[in-house]
């Protein structure tokens, strides 16, 4: 779904296939990298280049690929002026950081790593500013966040930069934390996760009650990635990036992000006091503040970083006061800051790469020895001062404009005089870069002999000041660009006129007044300096340093208390909030009087429930003897077992009785090797703890099930039992739900089951082949052994058990469909045929005459239960969909035979194959244990005469 | 009728809660077993309580027929929760030969000496 915009996802996507290449390419050199990297820029801008008459003709593009329609999520893009504006800057600007790129970084440097970091970013960048979605957008936000937090950390030999991009991550990250929820909340108000429609939604976004909030979130999310006070404090730390990464991210990109959103949401967002008041202090306390910072910074790039901090106050005011003529203002000079800002970071960067000193006392008389350079710094820090003729002068009049007629709380001078103090400020440090870097006596004690760059080190700047000049000599250059931005920005037809005479206005007076001021303030900066120096100030890195450790310790301290290693302790805690939790929602509400009547108890079920009831307190009791405790256990299982045959499920009595049976066999097994008692550990209070934790958790499930036993419902079964003899061909209902009607389940079930078995043989294999076994080999066991370890009795009585027993279980399994029974329990009762061979006659005596692999019977199961459920395809039919027909055969009554039947053969085979491993690798670890293997199925055989007389010498 | 099973369920989990808040693994696998119980149990009945209505289709007359469903569902969970024991014993086991004591809490302080060899059942 396209109109127009075909190739914006292509665009969208070029820097991420770009940053595949540098990496590699870097083996070819660093041009070849460098040439590389600008490839998918070049490409990319020629395709904006394709579209944008029509985006300045006012036309909206947009593409779309859905993705999560279930979520509103789509891979959609639009391109507006203001979305093209600030493509056009990103690419631009990332074709003139990766020549700079090339030249400044030095040959220790990992450049292939550098410039896929940033065409990542500028991915990312790119993506915020054509995303139609706002879940996309968000997405490309926090990609902004990642990839500038490895391109700040770049040095990651620096302590600083490390320090810096986790800063820089902390913050625009949970900003951008925020802004999501923001952003879901103007979803949810406008009823579409697309900016075009949330676009068309002003009126109603601004008139519901969700709209502060929302405003607050998303102003979070921007704040912070515009590094607005109180945020401001991450962006000097960023300094701490190579020069090219803080001209890149400081100018066009990162910090503007916060900025486009502003202008993005604009139509829908602004024109309440809310933000009027919100945006507009926020921008102008940190566009003072900042650029005061900045007069007394020494290191160039905080300087500069400070100067960013300011002009991005100044915005984000503009936007704040919600006129369209200070969207215009805003527009514009956010075109005008990019150009001298680059500049002059990338000047900075070169003095740098020269002097090998950022530090302004050290520098000082540059014009000399690097003419050309100080001839680009001067022409873009002019502009950033805002002196005519230069393009920074233009906004910054119209700045002035807007401000002298703004009220705040209906007090008209404020906002004027706070603006003309910024203002004054901005040209204060301005001309500090000019006069205490190039300006005054040459030095001779530069750290490096200064001298100009090559030529592709200061073609890009130099580039820059072009444009600086072009602009600020001929605004109505940069009109239609404007126009469109600003047109777009406000939703409205605009037509504004950039001047540079615009006669005798307040602004102009007001201007006036900040050149001069700033002047003086510079000719007055060292006894300024040396006052600011002395005086107390807050220092932010000190401020986060000590929050971010009081975090850390908080959460440490809270995982440390919740989850300190103790099981048992987890375990508490869990019950016990579980507890709370069902009484408080319990208590909550109203329970509806009782439906059903009592059952009468007859005798022998008292006598059940108090053998029952007995047996489990004499665990608790006694469950440090660990024999006793599994005799007990074994008389629940019973008990519970005649509670399912009295309560009318047959099938469960079966089952539950038979694994009964393994699960002990199983214990005792494995008790063989443990410890044969508990010793005491716990301590009374403990003790007492946990009963009173269990005792609470038993009446409160005892109550619950009380209480929804005495009430009626509605069931779905009724459905099963009127289908399952026409729609399954059986009449146990039991069986027909297990293999037909929930037959997905029970094939995941099994699946589930066979992974237990395979998930212990593993694990047997790995105890056996690790520091265990060698423990094992060296434990004596015998002293617990009987002597006569294969009985005759036993022997004898399993051999003839076997066919019975098989017979059972093959005529258990037969029947599964009509009466109780089935795949489950038919497994289960072989199995207990099986493992009675294994304990009469011995392992070794049994493995030689055991035929089936136990692994591969778990997958002949799982694949015989597949295989029927697939068959179902052959005749168009869904997964697992049954059929059955009558069977008549000689001598046998007819008898019914599905498709089920099939099903339940699978399942019978995994139960069998998986207990059968279980058991195996459990009884192969006694193996290990030095049990001897025997070959006889007997120890003591009578009809060997030799044995007979010696019978104590084995 | 409904207050036996109720109050075996309730018995059943307290036991079991209370074990498994012990120390060693083998108490916490009585425990588990004791919940299994329980929970089948109380799964089972979610199907409300009938005698002798199996769910077993009869040919003749209009027979009631106790929820089939809820039988099923706890067939397999009863299965299921044999494997989960299985692999429980074994992964104790595996502890308990590797480290030479079978507690489950993860404290530095208290792999001392052989756990079988302590007094004090």
Redo the contacts between chains.
């Keep these: 779904m396209t109109n127009g915009g075909g190739l914006l996802p292509i665009i969208a996507l070029l820097p991420f296939l770009g940053a595949l290449i540098p990496g590699i390419m870097i083996r070819a050199g660093r041009n070849a990298s460098a040439a590389f990297t600008a490839v998918p820029t070049i490409i990319a801008l020629a395709m904006l280049g394709v579209l944008a008459p029509q985006v300045m003709a006012g036309e909206v593009l947009t593409a779309q690929i859905a993705w999560l329609p279930q979520l509103g999520l789509s891979a959609s893009f639009f391109l507006d002026g203001l979305g093209l504006l600030f493509a056009v800057m990103i690419l631009g600007v990332g074709l003139l950081i990766t020549l700079y790129a090339r030249f400044y970084l030095s040959g220790d440097d990992p450049m292939g790593q550098f410039y896929t970091y940033l065409l990542l970013f500028q991915g990312a960048m790119l993506g915020i500013v054509i995303s139609d979605n706002i879940l996309l957008l968000l997405i490309f936000w926090e990609l902004t966040s990642l990839s500038s937090f490895l391109l700040i950390g770049y040095w990651k030999h620096l302590p600083e930069g490390r320090q810096g991009a986790r800063m820089a991550l902390a913050v625009t990250g949970s900003g951008g934390l925020a802004m999501i929820a923001g952003m879901l909340i103007l979803g949810n108000i406008a009823g579409s996760y697309n900016l075009t429609d949330i676009l068309q939604q002003g009126e109603a976004i601004r008139a519901s009650d969700w709209y502060l909030p929302a405003l607050i979130l998303i102003l979070l999310g921007a704040f912070t990635k515009s590094a607005q006070f109180p945020f401001h404090f991450w962006l000097p730390h960023a300094m701490a990036a190579p020069t090219p990464v803080s001209a890149y991210l400081h100018s066009a990109t990162m910090v503007k992000a916060g900025v486009f959103l502003m202008a993005r949401m604009w139509p829908v967002l602004a024109g309440t006091d809310a933000w009027f008041y919100i945006v507009s202090i926020t921008g102008l306390v940190t566009m003072v503040l900042g650029a005061l910072i900045a007069l007394f910074k020494d290191d160039l790039k905080a300087l500069l970083a400070f100067s960013t901090v300011s002009h991005l106050g100044l915005l984000t005011m503009l936007l704040g006061f919600g006129t369209q003529a200070a969207a215009v203002a805003a527009v514009f000079h956010i075109i005008n800051h990019l150009t001298f800002k680059a500049a002059l970071f990338m000047t900075a960067g070169i003095v740098d790469h020269e002097t090998h000193t950022r530090d302004i006392r050290r520098l000082g008389g540059l014009a000399k020895f690097m003419p050309i350079t100080a001839l680009i710094g001067t022409v873009a820090a002019l502009s950033m001062a805002g002196i005519p003729f230069f393009n920074g002068f233009l906004s910054k009049e119209m700045m002035l404009e807007e401000a002298s007629h703004t009220l705040w709380f209906r007090n008209d001078w404020i906002v004027p005089v706070l603006a003309t103090l910024g203002a004054l400020l901005s040209v204060a440090y301005s001309l500090r870069f000019i006069f205490h870097v190039f300006a005054g006596p040459a030095r001779d004690d530069y750290p490096a002999k200064p001298h100009d760059p090559p030529f592709g080190m200061y073609a890009a700047p130099a580039f820059l000041c072009v444009l600086v000049l072009a602009i600020g000599i001929f605004p109505a250059l940069a009109e239609p660009v404007v126009t469109m931005a600003a047109s777009a920005v406000t939703g409205a037809e605009l037509h504004p006129h950039l001047k540079l005479w615009h006669g005798v206005t307040p602004a102009l007076f007001m201007s006036i007044i900040a050149v001069a001021g700033g002047a003086i303030l510079l000719g007055l900066h060292r006894p300024l300096d040396r006052a600011w120096q002395a005086a107390p100030r807050p220092e932010a890195k000190a401020i986060f340093d000590a929050t971010m450790a009081g975090a850390v310790a908080a959460s440490r301290a809270l995982t440390e208390g919740l989850h300190n ?5 987890y ?2 805690i869990f ?1 016990a909030a579980t507890v709370a939790l069902t009484w408080i929602a319990f208590s909550g509400g109203t329970l509806s009087p009782p439906t ?1 009547p ?4 007859a005798p022998v ?2 006598v059940g ?1 108090v053998l ?2 007995a047996a ?2 004499l ?2 009791f006694n ?4 024999f006793r ?1 599994l005799v007990l ?1 074994g008389i ?2 019973l008990m ?1 077992s005649g ?2 045959v ?7 009595a079966l ?2 009785i038979s ?1 009964e049976t ?2 002990i066999m ?2 005792l097994l ?2 063989h ?10 301590s009374a209070g403990l003790r007492l703890r ?2 009173a ?3 609470a ?3 409160g ?3 619950l ?2 209480a ?3 009430r ?2 509605d ?3 009724d459905y ?2 009127a289908n ?2 026409e729609g399954g061909g059986g ?4 069986n027909v ?2 293999v037909d009607f ?1 037959g997905y ?2 094939f995941g ?1 099994i699946i ?2 066979g992974i ?2 395979l ?2 043989f593993a ?2 294999e ?2 056996l082949s ?3 076994a060698r ?2 080999r060296n434990t004596d066991y015998s002293q617990d052994r009987s002597r006569d370890r294969h009985p005759l009795m036993m022997v004898v009585a399993t051999r003839a058990m076997l066919p019975i027993a098989t017979m059972v279980g093959v005529y258990i399994f037969l029947r599964g469909h ?3 029974g089935g795949g ?1 329990v038919a497994g ?1 009762v072989i199995s207990i045929a099986l493992l009675m061979q294994y304990m009469a006659s011995g392992f070794g005596w049994t493995q030689t005459r055991q035929r089936v692999e136990y692994h591969s019977m778990i997958g002949w199961g799982v694949l015989v239960a597949g295989l029927t459920g697939a068959a179902a395809w052959l005749g168009g039919a869904p997964f697992l969909t049954s059929i059955y027909g009558y069977i008549k055969l000689p001598w046998i009554e007819k008898f019914g035979l599905g498709s089920a039947f099939l099903f339940d053969l699978g399942v019978f085979l995994t ?1 069998l194959g ?2 059968m491993l ?1 058991l195996y ?2 009884s192969r ?1 006694a193996r290990y244990a030095g049990e001897t293997v025997n070959i006889e199925p007997m120890d003591y055989d009578p009809s060997l005469k030799s044995e007979l007389k010696k019978p104590g010498e084995e | 009728m409904e207050l036996l099973v109720a109050s075996s369920v309730g018995v059943l989990t307290a036991g079991g809660v209370y074990l498994i808040l012990r120390l060693r693994a083998f108490a916490v696998i009585l425990g588990l077993a004791l919940l299994s119980y329980a929970v089948n149990v109380f799964l089972f009945s979610t199907g409300r309580l009938m005698v002798n209505a199996p769910p077993i289709l009869q040919k003749y007359g209009d027979a009631s027929y106790t929820d089939p469903l809820p039988q099923a569902l706890v067939l397999t969970a009863i299965v299921i929760s044999f494997g989960m024991t299985a692999v429980l014993v074994m992964i104790a086991l595996g502890a308990f030969l590797e480290a030479d004591h079978d507690r489950i809490d993860m404290d530095d302080d208290t792999a001392t000496g052989p756990a079988g060899e302590e007094p004090g059942a």
């Design positions: 290693g103790a099981i048992s302790r375990l508490a019950v059903r009592l059952l009468p108890v079920v008292m429930w029952l009831v489990a307190a665990v608790v469950h440090r003897n660990r405790a256990i629940i299982g519970i509670g399912f009295y309560l009318s499920a047959p099938d469960l089952t539950q694994v393994v699960t199983l214990l494995a008790l090797f443990l410890p044969k008692t508990t010793p005491v550990e716990s946990d009963g934790i269990a005792i958790a038993g009446v499930v005892a109550a099930t009380m929804f036993l005495m009626d419902f069931s779905i079964s099963h039992l399952s003899y009449t146990n209902v039991v739900i297990l929930r389940d029970t079930e589930v089951l237990a078995g998930t212990i694990l047997m790995a105890l690790g520091p265990a423990r094992l009509n009466q109780p489950f289960l139960v998986a207990v279980m690798s459990l670890i």
